[in-house]
């Protein structure tokens, strides 16, 4: 079965390690770029590289990011010889951004390369970065425009956020590869990630929610709200900041148009949300080993496939 995922680096590459788990090679993700940055010299790329760790057993679980059981030789000498400390890459971890650097020195477009690094390390799926473009979440607070990953990590996500803006998204398309994949879909769908900055930089791409709206194959999307709460992160404070409910209603109406089908999670306390031309199922939602991952994405892959005509 060919499936699309649509990922950030968390909810949805939790849910694509379970996709994967089904349909193996079947499965193309297409993930997030809006949170790169460059930093030590390298271009990283977390939310592909997120899903590559899922996708190959590589992810440091109990974190949440990185490689586990890796050291920061690497980055600790760097920081002695006056590196800037806010962005710590552990040693294999800065192997992917140095080779990513080294191909887009060479000129390589950054599709062949995320893919490329997926495939290298193991992973049975194909990993496709939004857009070859470069784009970049920003955040405004009251300081003044920050870098997602600057109001991430220097700010800890604590300011206010006016404003939320993908800088460079008008000059991205949607790459050979990502259309290809969503034409040739059965299934699409959209992971429990945040609907703003993980989802929502994904869907800004000049193109891309018209591909989905035509797709021949349903799009679903899981709500990232395990019984109404979100399990890491700060979608809840990006939701109210874009004028949404941080709910399973408020990613409805975030999608509006894009999705056929919402996943609701079992123990949310609301009512499902009544959004027009959209189905909804509820089931446990929870991902917290590879059997549940596996049990959700089956669960998501059989309602998606009671959609279709
Ligand atoms: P980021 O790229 O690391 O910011 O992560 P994502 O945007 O991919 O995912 C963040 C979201 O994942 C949060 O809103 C969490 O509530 C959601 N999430 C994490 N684990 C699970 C899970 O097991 N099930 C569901 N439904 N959502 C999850």
Same mark, same amino acid.
């Given at each position: 079965m060919s499936v699309v995922a649509l990922a950030g680096g968390t909810g949805g590459a939790k849910l694509a390690a379970g996709l994967q788990e089904v349909v193996g090679d079947g499965l193309t993700v297409i993930a997030n770029t809006g949170d790169d940055v460059e930093a030590l010299?390298?271009?990283?790329?977390?939310?592909? *590289?997120?899903?590559? @760790?899922?996708?190959?057993?590589?992810?440091?679980?109990?974190?949440?990011?990185?490689?586990?059981?890796? !050291? =920061?030789?690497? =980055?600790?000498?760097?920081?002695?010889?006056?590196?800037?400390? %806010?962005?710590?890459?552990?040693?294999? *971890?800065?192997?992917?951004?140095?080779?990513?650097?080294?191909?887009? #020195?060479?000129?390589?477009?950054?599709?062949?390369?995320?893919?490329?690094? $997926?495939?290298?390390?193991?992973?049975? $799926?194909?990993?496709?970065?939004?857009? #070859?473009?470069?784009?970049?979440?920003?955040?405004?607070?009251?300081?003044? %425009?920050?870098?997602?990953? +600057? @109001?991430?990590? +220097?700010?800890? !996500?604590?300011?206010?956020?006016?404003?939320?803006?993908?800088?460079?998204?008008?000059?991205?398309?949607?790459s050979p590869e990502a259309e290809a994949a969503i034409e040739g879909a059965e299934a699409i769908v959209i992971g429990p990630s945040n609907p703003v900055i993980s989802i929502g930089p994904i869907l800004a791409v000049p193109g891309m929610s018209a591909l989905l709206a035509a797709a021949e194959a349903p799009v679903v999307a899981v709500s990232p709200f395990v019984a109404g709460e979100v399990i890491k992160g700060p979608t809840d404070k990006f939701m109210r900041a874009i004028g949404r409910e941080p709910s399973a209603a408020g990613v409805a109406s975030a999608y509006r148009g894009v999705i056929d089908g919402l996943v609701v999670d079992a123990a949310d306390p609301d009512p499902d949300p009544d959004e027009d031309g959209v189905a909804t199922t509820r089931l446990d939602t929870l991902m917290s080993d590879a059997p549940a991952r596996r049990r959700v994405a089956e669960a998501t892959l059989g309602f998606a496939t009671s959609l279709r005509d």
């Open positions: 010299g390298v271009h990283v790329s977390p939310d592909p *590289d997120l899903c590559t @760790y899922w996708l190959t057993g590589l992810i440091d679980e109990e974190r949440g990011w990185g490689i586990r059981g890796d !050291a =920061f030789t690497v =980055f600790e000498r760097l920081v002695e010889l006056g590196a800037p400390d %806010w962005f710590g890459l552990s040693d294999r *971890d800065l192997a992917t951004c140095l080779e990513r650097r080294r191909r887009l #020195d060479a000129g390589e477009r950054l599709t062949p390369i995320a893919s490329g690094l $997926a495939f290298a390390l193991g992973a049975e $799926a194909t990993v496709l970065p939004m857009c #070859d473009e470069p784009v970049r979440t920003r955040v405004r607070t009251d300081a003044g %425009w920050r870098e997602f990953q +600057q @109001y991430l990590i +220097q700010d800890g !996500a604590g300011p206010a956020i006016e404003e939320v803006d993908f800088a460079g998204i008008s000059d991205a398309r949607p």
